[in-house]
């Protein structure tokens, strides 16, 4: 009988594909929607993700995430590097500085200040020149994106493209000379800014002159250590918050969560996908069924029992709702895969597949109830009637 | 043929006035639909038997209860009042799952709009009783293949059922009433989705394949061409039969000719 239920289905050309469109309808986009929202969120912490050296990340206790920085005196450099279990520490500035360009606009900019020795928490990846370039004089790496557009230079004539920045062209920062040694490419971030990194002892003189410079300390942990223990032990030492770089992600994450709109957007670009998918799965599944009473009455009159008639309901939503969660989430992904190289923010999880193939079976559950009520409450009787 | 058939009603259980057993025993049935002022009284105490191996027309005019009362018979319909036994067994005694089970087993059904399900071919279709038994795919296939063979379908299993015509249909239907070797077969008004010819073609079939053995046929009707079929005809008339006779000769007197011109009875 199931085999049969499936022909059913299958049969009714149209029924079944507005059905499947139903599904495939909500799969998509909860799964393309949700993907966009986890590539946002990702990038909230991507100068997290780009620094892979550290084990923990101290900063201030009223930090929230990792654009708010709340710097602390060079002295706590020196007291992280005095816990023990603290294999290395080094010193991270990140801040916000100006750059005047040649048309006298200025750009705001990200400036990092990688500890002067080790070059440690540099950009994810250099295109152009090298990470060691930025021990020579007035030296800085611009990220591609930033030496691209926003820090590009004007064309000859207006309505020309703009030239890119490249290694030898100089740069106003806070009126301080800089010259381009490099470009990298990191993980995109939330912010639209370009990034500029150069060394920590030159970026606190581009700064804008303040009495506490020092953004991170990027620790290393002896090898063994247990990272939690060291974690507590540093925040007794010191009195600095100290995060594993996951827990610190998390903390970013959290920050834009629950202060920003982006969920609530996207949560209702999620609810509508499952609301407008449920309609209409609802809608043609339950006119499917209804097509179908007289037959299903007379199933029933023939002795086929409610639980059988049920499952077979079950079957018939499950189906369509396996295919069109396949064409949905699989939609979604070549959409992703094809929105590769853009500024496209798309990450697709298994906790977002999970998450929509969980909407897909409540969808078909809703619709399948409907249908299944209509026939529980069928009286096998009305065959007989013309 | 029909003349050694009792036309009174048997007081055994299970056997009837003339010794032969009995297929479905009805004594006193009511059947009441909706409650109060708007109540129809469809049922008004029927006494009704039916007897192995014969084929019992139940006819009488439009609205007097023959519907209901097969929906009864055939453990479709709950009664009100009364007994009502099929082979001793009574569908009122059974939770919903042994009814269902009996009725997959003991019955089989013939619509007069056919109910075919037009998404599956009429192999399938016919194979459904078969499936509900417990047979499995590929011996329910083959087994309703021979029985579309038997009405003269063999060539057609793989079409579906909107590529036949309506006579056709009706066989597969048969096909489908007799597949599973039910011991009772009802039918509403097998014939009237059909033109006359047509209709007296699938009377002959469903009186030379089903039948057989000791199986008994209740058929409603109102096409009175096709009264020469039956062993026995109960009469209805507003709920309850007031009359059941040996041939359409004594339902109507001998001026049975102008009745059926008439179609006094549909
Ligand atoms: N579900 C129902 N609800 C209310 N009344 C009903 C229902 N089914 C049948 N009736 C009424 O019960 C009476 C008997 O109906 P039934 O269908 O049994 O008659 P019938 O002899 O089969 O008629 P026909 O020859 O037109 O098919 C009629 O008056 C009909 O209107
Ligand atoms: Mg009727």
Known sequence: ?386 | MTTAVPTQLGEADTLGGGGRKLAVRCRNVVKNYGTGTSVVRALRGIDLDVYEGELLMLVGPSGCGKTTLISVIAGVLDRDQGECTVFGQDFSAMNSRQRTRFRGQTIGFVFQSFNLIPTLTIAENVSVPLLLNGVNRHAALKKAKEMLDVVGLGQRVQDTPNRLSGGQQQRVAIARALVHDPRLIVCDEPTSALDHETGHKIVELLKGVAMSGNRSLVVVTHDNRIFDFADRIAHMDDGQVDKIVGSAKELYGPNMQSAQSGGGHS
Not at chain 1, 3 to 9: E, G, I, S
Request: proline fraction near 3%.
């Open chain 1, 1 to 386: 009988m199931y085999f049969l239920a499936l022909k059913m289905l299958f049969n009714d050309k149209a029924k079944f594909f507005g059905i499947v469109m139903g599904v495939t309808l909500a799969s998509l986009v909860i799964t393309q929607q949700g993907s966009i929202f986890v590539g946002l969120m990702a990038r909230t912490f991507g100068v997290i993700t780009d620094m892979n050296y550290p084990d923990i990340w101290v900063m201030d206790r009223k930090v929230q995430f990792i654009d708010d920085t709340k710097p602390l005196t060079d002295t706590k450099l020196f007291e992280v590097r005095g816990v023990p279990g603290v294999a290395s520490a080094v010193p991270l500035y990140k801040g916000m500085i100006r750059a005047r360009m040649d048309n006298g606009l200025f750009q705001n900019c990200n400036l990092y200040g990688l500890d002067d020795s080790t070059l440690i928490g540099g950009p994810g990846e250099m295109i152009e020149g090298n990470l060691a370039d930025l021990r020579m004089a007035d030296s800085v790496i611009v990220d591609v994106e930033g030496a691209t557009d926003k820090l590009a230079r004007a064309g000859k004539k207006p309505g020309d493209p703009k030239i890119p920045l490249k290694i030898g062209d100089t740069l106003e920062l806070n009126d301080h000379r800089a010259v381009v040694v490099g470009i990298s490419r990191g993980s995109r971030t939330f912010q639209s800014q370009p990034n500029i990194f150069t060394t920590y002892s030159r970026a606190v003189t581009f700064a804008p002159k303040e009495r506490k410079l020092l953004s991170f300390v990027l620790v290393k942990a002896e090898p063994g250590e247990n990272l939690e223990t060291l974690r507590a032990r540093i925040t007794e030492r010191t009195g600095l918050a100290a995060y594993t770089a996951d827990q610190f992600k998390l903390l970013t994450v959290n920050y834009f969560l629950k202060y920003t709109g982006i969920p609530i957007n996207f949560g209702i670009a999620v609810s509508l996908g499952f609301i407008i998918g449920t309609l209409i799965t609802g809608f043609m599944f339950y006119s499917f069924t209804i097509d179908n009473l007289k037959y299903l009455g007379t199933l029933k009159a023939m002795g086929t029992s409610d639980t059988t008639l049920m499952m077979m309901i079950l079957l018939q939503a499950l189906s369509v709702g396996c295919i069109g969660f396949g064409i949905g989430a699989g939609a979604a992904t070549v959409f992703g895969i094809s929105m590769g190289g853009t500024q496209l923010a798309f990450w697709i999880t298994w906790q977002i597949l999970v998450l929509s193939g969980g909407a897909v079976v409540i969808i078909c559950m809703l619709a399948a109830m409907l249908s299944v009520r209509k026939v529980v409450a069928l009286e096998p009787a009305v065959v007989f009637k013309g």
